[in-house]
């Protein structure tokens, strides 16, 4: 700092039409003034010295904060506020002092300053140069029990991949993210989002390119959603029986809804069914419900050449093997009946409405293929997609994620 006062005070006598004695020379009007004066016309300037001084130090040390060198942005700090305590007040970052456009880079840049990459870089920096007594994740209040805080970085990775859990909750990991500067680092771990990227698209998740990060690839690309369920809703009118008199006829107004829960490991469930939604979606929860007129099935995502993202599943009705009574056949003999496999192939486009992004799946395909078991024959029956199938919204239900079976 000493040294800092004797630059400033040096350059100040350096400069031109000031004398050795930090005094300017008067003209000869104004030679009649007494000493005083002119001592305070000398304060005057090195306090306009020293606070341009000032400025040029803390313009310098935004510079060198943006550009991610904390020290030295600390080191200039801390020598321009012992020069000018409030230099910080009293800036308008507007123009630097050497006429590099320092400070209007610094209000050109606010915006961003803001991005989730700088803030990320931001937070690892300060993991890294801190001291090992000093955490990112420190308690509010001093508490008597040990606090998370004190528990490893592989440790807390493990409890987030619990809360990511094997349903890939990754609403609540961001959630998670909000607590702390720590808890952001560890959110933000590549190998998570990795491992989520894989078991969404398999192996064909195996470049980043187009990608910034693999959790831009979870954000960006097309994708089915597990928190929830997708929900569709169809009304008809129906033709009734005509009364015994011919005077009327009567109409029924038919409303049914269609429910497809899709599952990270790749099985989805649909169920057909007139109930409404809070009756049947606390018994989607599960791959092991009890509805007997649920399908189960397995689907899987295809991006075609027209860059639209497309969802195949084969479903069938849950297999009941029923006990054979023999002793009711005993005493004659009976042609049993040929047993087949009904199963539906299903076609959906994947699309975005409104705000939210992946949440409308649109009817392109829907068959029926019945497989003799004797003689492995197939027959195949194709329905019109009409305005019977309307498309389907997702809708996310929280009892869905709020618990976690088994880690990610």
């Known amino acids: 700092a000493e040294l800092q006062m004797f630059r400033a005070q040096w350059m100040f006598e350096l400069a031109p039409g000031v004398s050795s004695s930090g005094l300017e020379p008067l003209p000869c009007r104004a030679s009649s003034r007494g000493p005083g004066l002119k001592s305070l016309d000398a304060r005057g300037k090195q306090e306009i010295a020293k606070e341009e001084k000032a400025k040029e130090l803390f313009l310098k040390a935004v510079e060198e904060e943006r550009n991610g060198a904390l020290y030295e942005a600390i080191k200039f700090y801390r020598l321009a506020m012992q020069l000018v305590p409030d230099i910080e007040f009293k800036i308008t970052y507007t123009r630097s002092p050497d006429g590099d456009g320092v400070g209007k880079r610094c209000v050109e840049d606010n915006k961003e300053d803001d ?52 349903d890939l909750d990754l609403r609540s990991l961001e959630q998670l993210s909000l607590v702390c500067r720590g808890f952001y680092i560890c959110a933000r771990d590549p190998e998570i989002w990795h491992q989520v990227c894989l078991k969404i698209w398999g192996r064909s998740c195996n470049k980043l390119v187009p990608y910034a990060s693999w959790r831009d690839m979870f954000l960006e690309r097309p994708r089915v959603r597990f928190d929830g369920v997708y929900v569709s809703k169809t009304k008809y009118i129906r033709q009734g029986e005509q009364s015994l008199d011919g005077f009327y006829r009567a109409w029924h107004q038919v409303e049914y809804y269609r ?29 092991n419900t009890r509805t007997d007129a649920i399908l189960l099935g ?111």
């Open 298 to 408: 397995h689907y899987r995502l295809s991006q075609e050449i027209d860059n639209q993202t497309k969802v195949f599943a084969v479903i069938m009705k849950k297999k009941e093997e029923k006990p054979v009574d023999y002793h009711k056949y005993r005493y004659f003999r009976r042609v049993p009946a040929q047993e087949t496999d009904h199963s539906f192939h299903v076609g959906l486009q994947l699309c975005s409405s409104g705000r939210q992004r992946f949440n409308k799946l649109v009817w392109i395909h829907h068959s029926c293929h019945i497989t003799c078991r004797s003689t492995g024959e197939t027959a195949v029956t194709t329905f019109d997609i009409d305005k019977m199938y309307t498309p389907l919204f997702f809708a996310r239900v929280k009892s869905f994620t709020a618990y976690s079976e088994k880690p990610l």
């Open 115 to 166: 991005k989730m990459a700088d803030l990320l870089t931001d937070f690892q920096q300060q993991l890294t140069l801190q001291e090992s007594s000093v955490k990112l994740c420190q308690p509010e209040v001093d508490v008597s029990q040990t606090h998370i805080s004190a528990l490893p970085m592989e440790v807390l990775m493990y409890i987030f991949r619990w809360v990511v859990s094997s």
């Open 259 to 287: 429910y497809l829960r899709f599952f990270p490991d790749g099985q989805v469930m649909m169920l057909t069914t007139p109930e409404d939604p809070q009756s049947i979606v606390p018994r989607l929860r599960t791959k």
